[in-house]
């Protein structure tokens, strides 16, 4: 029979596990769940009294303001939170892997292993394990395998898989009322259990008929193919946007128009400056992988057209800064607005704005950068990884990071909308352009700007997927 679940573990205090279970204890007063990391500094800041939380995310202060103390509990002993447990989500990370056997495609599975071999060290019950964080497929199986050769005879251990759909930005909203809530189990009966339980958990909220049962496998393909079809409607719009610069066509009228089609649906057809994300790139990357070690190379192929489009959009757009400004910008002052990978996110992993100023640097640009949410040393963290040949020192000389949006565009040449804050449309535009040098630019990679009201100030702008005159 299924067990009522009382106690919940979750193994990483993340983008994805924090937010998760902190829903989960708002919505389940009667678990207790506790959310452990190794990281104390990180675990410091979900404990802060005046709830300076690790990650920004829009109402999850009030989350966690109602839950913490209550019924949530963050913790860095493990062991502890492991030893009482009934469930145990893992959300540690899955980073690409940086070297060895499918580096730069394959997913570093080392955290979630070692989380795995955790619970098997120090479980004294049984335990039902879900992986939460998104894996390659199959990884569910290799967690089973390390379990079941560790453990202690006596103890069960049922996993299941349970991807998680949050987007950031949106994520207690997405927890509060989200499409669909995947589980993926063993098709046995201690595997359909101990799906039962975990249903329990999140029918405390979701309504039943949103909450999808299926076998393991499934589970783990949907959230990569989910991913990667996500993934492939913005390179599909940005491969249309290229067509819109170079015939004067424009992509919000394309798009509108293809979105009204109810096969298609008028979502997530925005034309960017690519895609980021933890997510995005690193699923179709697995699926790649995946796709060639089971001899699949023309489904490799296809899959990672997605992301060569996503390189070719950013460079496409750094390029069209550097023409446009008279094909050089050797010492030429560049304001970027958006270091996030998203607005409403303080995240920066693979975000599109850390490309741009790459190449921009490359140029021998000075570059000046303003973000409302993200951090000044993730800036110079992301800079130095992005372009490892060259000292940070030498990197400051080239950079600046300004407090707001006005200092940031004093006396440059351009403005480049790198993240779709929304503060930037509201930004005193004639009081940017009266401290431009001229001609003043704007380069709208978001198409968040009225284009004609900029240009009735003095400035010439391009939007991203617009052939009109500048
Ligand atoms: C994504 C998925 O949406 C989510 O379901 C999954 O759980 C994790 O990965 P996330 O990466 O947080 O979520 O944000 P998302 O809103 O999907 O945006 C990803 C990237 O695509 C961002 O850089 C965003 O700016 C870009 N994007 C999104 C576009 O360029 N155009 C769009 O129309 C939508
Ligand atoms: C298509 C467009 O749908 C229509 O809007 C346009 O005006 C003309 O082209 P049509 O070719 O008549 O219409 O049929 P459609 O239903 O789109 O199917 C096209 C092909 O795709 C068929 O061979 C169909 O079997 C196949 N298909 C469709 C699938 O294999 N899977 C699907 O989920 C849908
Ligand atoms: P995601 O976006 O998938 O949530 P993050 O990197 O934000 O990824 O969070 C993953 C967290 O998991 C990190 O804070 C990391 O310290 C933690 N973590 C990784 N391995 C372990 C482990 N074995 N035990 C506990 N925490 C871990």
């Not at 290799?142 to 998680?164: C, H, Q, V, W, Y």
């Not at 741009?356 to 640009?365: G, W």
Request: proline share 4%; hydrophobic share 45%; net charge neutral.
């Amino acid at each position: 029979a299924p067990v009522t679940v009382k106690k919940i573990c979750c193994i990483g205090a993340g983008y994805v596990g924090g937010p998760t279970c902190a829903v989960i204890a708002l919505k389940c007063p009667n678990i207790i769940v506790t959310i452990v990391d190794l990281n104390k500094s990180r675990i410091d800041a979900w404990n802060s009294p005046d709830f300076s939380l690790p990650i920004y995310e829009p109402g999850l202060v009030d989350v966690v303001k109602e839950a913490r103390g209550r019924n949530l509990f963050f913790s860095t002993d493990v062991d502890k939170a492991i030893k009482e447990a009934d469930l145990i989500f893992v959300s540690v990370n899955t980073p690409t892997k940086k070297s060895g056997v499918g580096a730069g495609f394959a997913a570093d599975l080392n955290y979630v292993e070692s989380a795995t071999r955790r619970i098997a060290a120090v479980a004294t019950s049984s335990k039902i394990v879900v992986e939460k964080s998104t894996v390659p497929m199959r990884t569910a199986e290799s967690m089973r395998t390390i379990l079941e050769a560790n453990s202690k005879p006596g103890l069960r251990f049922d996993i299941l898989s349970n991807p998680e759909f949050l987007a950031e930005g949106t994520a207690i909203s997405d927890l509060f009322s989200p499409d669909r809530v995947l589980i993926g189990s063993l098709q046995t009966p201690e595997g359909l259990d101990a799906c039962r339980s975990l249903i329990e958990v999140y029918a405390n909220w979701v309504p039943k008929e949103r909450i999808l049962t299926v076998g393991l496998w499934s589970s783990e393909l949907s959230k990569l193919a989910a991913n990667a079809m996500l993934a492939q409607r913005i390179s599909s719009i940005n491969a249309l946007s290229a067509i819109c610069e170079a015939t004067g066509a424009n992509i919000d009228e394309v798009a509108h128009a293809v979105g009204r089609d109810s096969r298609m649906g008028p979502k997530f057809l925005r034309a960017s400056v690519g895609f980021g994300g933890s997510c995005f790139q690193k699923d179709i990357l697995n699926l790649v992988y995946l796709s060639e070690s089971l001899h699949l190379p023309e489904v490799a192929a296809y899959w990672r057209q997605v992301v060569i489009m996503n390189e070719y959009q950013k460079r496409r757009f750094s390029k069209t800064v550097v023409d446009t400004l008279f094909n050089t910008i050797t010492n030429k002052n560049i304001t970027v607005l958006g270091f996030a990978f998203k607005a409403d996110t303080g995240d920066t992993r693979e975000s599109a704005a850390i490309t741009l100023i790459r190449d921009f640097l490359s140029e021998r640009a000075h570059v000046t950068i303003y973000d409302p949410q993200v951090e000044e040393a993730q800036i110079w963290y992301d800079l130095a990884e992005a372009i490892p040949d060259t000292p940070i020192e030498q990197i400051k000389k080239q950079v600046t990071i300004a407090p707001n949006a006005l200092d940031a565009a004093k006396n440059s040449e351009a403005v480049v909308i790198a993240t779709e804050w929304k503060e930037f449309i509201d930004i005193d535009w004639k009081a940017v352009y009266d401290t431009m040098n001229k001609p003043a630019f704007v380069f709208d990679g978001r198409m968040i700007l009225n284009a004609d009201a900029l240009r009735q100030i003095g400035f010439k702008v391009k939007t991203i997927g617009r052939g009109e005159k500048i």
